[in-house]
């Protein structure tokens, strides 16, 4: 079976904390991409970040950083110094390779950055 | 060179009327994949097209809903006798080859049935 679990329905910090954010994933495939997106309160998707599964060093972009953890299965999304513009549900998504283009969401966390 | 683009941005239909969502892939994009999202849901697959093809609509409810990716104009989804539980955002996404790992996706279009 092949599944995304964001375990984390909502999230609520104040600005300046960090924050991680969990994804899990189940898949039989040993290749794979695993992606997040944000979903601003506007709703639309923007993409944040692919990763394919084999390349298991961590990514870190500005004050967004990202932990694959093959061995546990886990796909983790940290953002430091949160701000209030960060507030969105953020989604964690698995797309196995071979195929086309059909993406696995997981239910997504709610993320309220407070001043 | 535009994004996918979904219109309208926002369809009321009354119960009992048909709803049809536009989404016209980014240029030289010939692969188009429409997603549900229920209210507080994460997004759901529904169908992948090709031009003028119906490749996978293990998504699509058995009823009510259709989907269409002509030769020329944008994809269509389209959804007949709406019921109050079709209220959701539709999103289209698109990518220029079957193998792409990257789909580009469209703003969606939030249809609330009244």
């Known amino acids: 079976a092949q599944k995304v679990t964001q375990a984390q329905t909502e999230i609520s910090v104040v600005e300046k904390e960090d924050v991680t954010l969990d994804c899990v994933y189940e898949t039989r495939d040993t290749t794979y991409y695993l992606f997040w997106y944000k979903q601003p309160p506007s709703g639309e998707l923007v993409f944040l970040i692919r990763r394919n599964s084999f390349d298991e060093q961590n990514e870190i972009s500005g004050r967004y950083s990202w932990n694959f953890q093959k061995s546990t299965s886990s796909f983790n999304f940290t953002i430091t110094a949160s701000q209030v513009v960060d507030s969105a549900v953020y989604f964690c998504?698995?797309?196995?390779?071979?195929?086309?283009?059909?993406?696995?969401f997981g239910a997504g966390t709610r993320l309220a950055v407070h001043p | 060179n535009a994004g996918v683009m979904q219109n309208p941005r926002h369809l009321v239909r009354r119960r009992g009327q048909e709803a049809r969502l536009r989404c016209s892939p980014m240029k030289g994009h010939s692969h188009v994949y429409w997603y549900r999202q229920l209210p507080e849901e994460g997004l759901k697959f529904m169908v992948y097209?090709?031009?003028?093809?119906?490749?996978?609509e293990s998504g699509m409810p058995k009823e009510r809903f259709s989907a269409e990716f002509p030769k020329e104009g944008p994809s269509i989804l389209r959804i007949q006798q709406v019921v109050r539980g079709d209220s959701a955002a539709y999103f289209c996404?698109?990518?220029?080859?079957?193998?792409?790992?990257?789909?580009?996706f469209g703003q969606g279009t939030r249809l609330t049935v009244v």
């Open positions: 996404a698109s990518s220029p080859t079957y193998r792409d790992t990257e789909a580009f």
């Open positions: 998504a698995l797309l196995n390779s071979g195929g086309y283009n059909k993406l696995i």
């Open positions: 097209l090709q031009k003028e093809n119906i490749i996978d």
